[in-house]
């Protein structure tokens, strides 16, 4: 089995470099179909236009109903692309829409442009979209055969985000390394269909090094509302080091975890890398990881606000039943928890989920 690295074809970062988007589009195509959501057009919608009107190229707007599913997808492509004459999709939002824009894209044969306006998970870089139902159960992964085409992260946009979206993408950036340690461990096959290289094994671990070093300080200067160059650290590390560190070293049981945990209707209002986190954690005391690193980990999760107890989670109590249907998603046959370089199975698993909950009310002083 040979190793293999994939990446984006082009990642850009940098303040206002959405106001170049049309001059960026116009290299893939004529007509670009922008799915974005309502609420965001009405943020950056100038900028967008503004980029537009500087270039070849030409848009169509298509406002995107809020859930990655395959409902979703089917809509946008029976109502804006069947119907009409783009040639390249541009999907302006976060992970979800990002992940919409690129399957949308994959089905109807168009190269795509993913521009996050928040930093708050992995995905922009990835040549995969997650799948939920409409309810927003976790669905399937869909695997793409190729990366987009332009990544394009406008630092000026994302600082204006809520810092919390950062802060989740940090927790998703998180597990990058200790899902990436696993699946060497185990030899597993990564996302990129091949085994893991030492590239990728290196940038999983400088998404680490970067988020322990500058996730602090980046907190700090967005909840001031300032972009530092600490931010400009934890933009990059969230969405290119995170999204070519796990695609390219593969998923563990983090990841796994939070499929899990998409079954319980407390945990649905937290977001990705939040419950992420929370499966990193998991993860670490599944493989009972040295002392130093859990209180390393944990403490860094408690300074940027992650959450280290399922009550965080929105979980009030603890019902050993619903646990045990987190541990039976999170072990399902294909999902990546059999990636992890030991046996696993859902027993573990819910132990292992009621440890870390306590390990996390021992760190909090609770």
Same mark, same amino acid.
């Given at each position: 089995?040979?190793?293999?690295?994939?990446?984006?074809?082009?990642?850009?970062?940098?303040?206002?470099?959405?106001?170049?988007?049309?001059?960026?589009?116009?290299?893939?195509?004529?007509?670009?179909?922008?799915?974005?959501?309502?609420?965001?057009?009405?943020?950056?919608?100038?900028?967008?236009?503004?980029?537009?009107?500087?270039?070849?190229?030409?848009?169509?707007?298509?406002?995107?109903?809020?859930?990655?599913?395959?409902?979703?997808?089917?809509?946008?492509?029976?109502?804006?692309?069947?119907?009409?004459?783009?040639?390249?999709?541009?999907?302006?939002?976060?992970?979800?829409?990002?992940?919409?824009?690129?399957?949308?894209?994959?089905?109807?044969?168009?190269?795509? $442009?993913? &521009?996050?306006?928040? %930093?708050?998970?992995?995905?922009?870089?990835?040549?995969?979209?997650?799948?939920?139902?409409?309810?927003?159960?976790?669905?399937?992964?869909?695997?793409?055969?190729? @990366?987009?085409?332009?990544?394009?992260?406008?630092?000026?946009?994302?600082?204006?985000?809520?810092?919390?979206?950062?802060?989740?993408?940090?927790?998703?950036?998180?597990?990058?390394?200790?899902?990436?340690? %696993?699946?060497?461990?185990?030899?597993?096959?990564?996302?990129?269909?091949?085994?893991?290289?030492?590239?990728?094994? %290196?940038?999983?671990?400088? &998404?680490?090094?970067?988020?322990?070093?500058?996730?602090?300080?980046?907190?700090?200067?967005?909840?001031?509302?300032? &972009?530092?160059?600490?931010?400009?650290? $934890?933009?990059?590390? @969230?969405?290119?080091?995170?999204?070519?560190?796990?695609?390219?070293?593969? #998923?563990?049981? %983090?990841?796994?975890?939070?499929?899990?945990?998409?079954?319980?209707?407390?945990?649905?209002?937290?977001?990705?890398?939040?419950?992420?986190?929370?499966?990193?954690?998991?993860? #670490?005391?599944?493989? @009972?990881?040295?002392?130093?690193?859990?209180?390393?980990?944990?403490?860094? &999760?408690?300074?940027?606000?992650?959450?280290?107890?399922?009550?965080?989670?929105?979980?009030?109590?603890?019902?050993?039943?619903?646990?045990?249907? $987190?541990?039976? #998603?999170?072990?399902?046959?294909?999902?990546?928890?059999?990636?992890?370089?030991?046996?696993?199975?859902?027993?573990?698993?819910?132990?292992?989920?009621?440890?870390?909950?306590?390990?996390?009310?021992?760190? #909090?002083?609770?």
């Amino acid at each position: 089995m040979a190793k293999i690295l994939i990446s984006p074809s082009k990642y850009i970062q940098g303040p206002g470099e959405l106001k170049k988007l049309g001059q960026y589009v116009e290299n893939l195509g004529k007509k670009a179909l922008v799915l974005i959501t309502e609420s965001g057009y009405k943020r950056v919608g100038s900028a967008i236009e503004a980029g537009f009107n500087d270039s070849q190229a030409v848009m169509d707007v298509c406002y995107f109903n809020r859930e990655c599913s395959k409902v979703e997808v089917d809509r946008i492509i029976d109502k804006y692309v069947n119907q009409g004459d783009c040639d390249i999709i541009v999907g302006i939002g976060g992970g979800k829409l990002a992940d919409t824009a690129k399957a949308v894209a994959y089905y109807t044969k168009k190269p795509v $442009v993913v &521009c996050p306006t928040i %930093a708050s998970t992995d995905a922009p870089c990835s040549a995969l979209s997650v799948l939920y139902t409409e309810d927003g159960v976790f669905d399937q992964y869909l695997f793409l055969p190729k @990366n987009p085409d332009i990544v394009m992260m406008d630092t000026e946009v994302i600082s204006k985000s809520p810092v919390r979206l950062t802060v989740a993408g940090i927790g998703d950036a998180l597990a990058t390394y200790f899902e990436a340690r %696993a699946c060497k461990a185990s030899g597993a096959i990564s996302c990129a269909g091949g085994k893991t290289t030492e590239a990728a094994v %290196a940038l999983a671990k400088l &998404c680490l090094d970067t988020l322990l070093e500058e996730g602090l300080k980046a907190k700090i200067a967005l909840e001031a509302g300032v &972009c530092t160059e600490a931010v400009e650290k $934890v933009i990059e590390a @969230n969405t290119l080091l995170s999204g070519i560190g796990f695609e390219s070293a593969g #998923l563990a049981g %983090a990841h796994a975890i939070h499929n899990g945990l998409t079954a319980i209707e407390e945990c649905h209002h937290m977001y990705h890398g939040e419950k992420v986190a929370f499966g990193t954690l998991t993860q #670490l005391v599944l493989e @009972n990881a040295p002392s130093e690193e859990l209180e390393e980990v944990f403490n860094f &999760c408690i300074d940027m606000g992650l959450p280290v107890t399922l009550e965080e989670l929105g979980v009030k109590e603890i019902d050993k039943n619903k646990l045990m249907e $987190v541990a039976r #998603l999170a072990c399902a046959d294909g999902d990546t928890m059999h990636n992890m370089p030991f046996e696993v199975n859902e027993d573990k698993v819910c132990n292992a989920i009621i440890a870390a909950d306590a390990m996390g009310r021992f760190f #909090l002083g609770l």
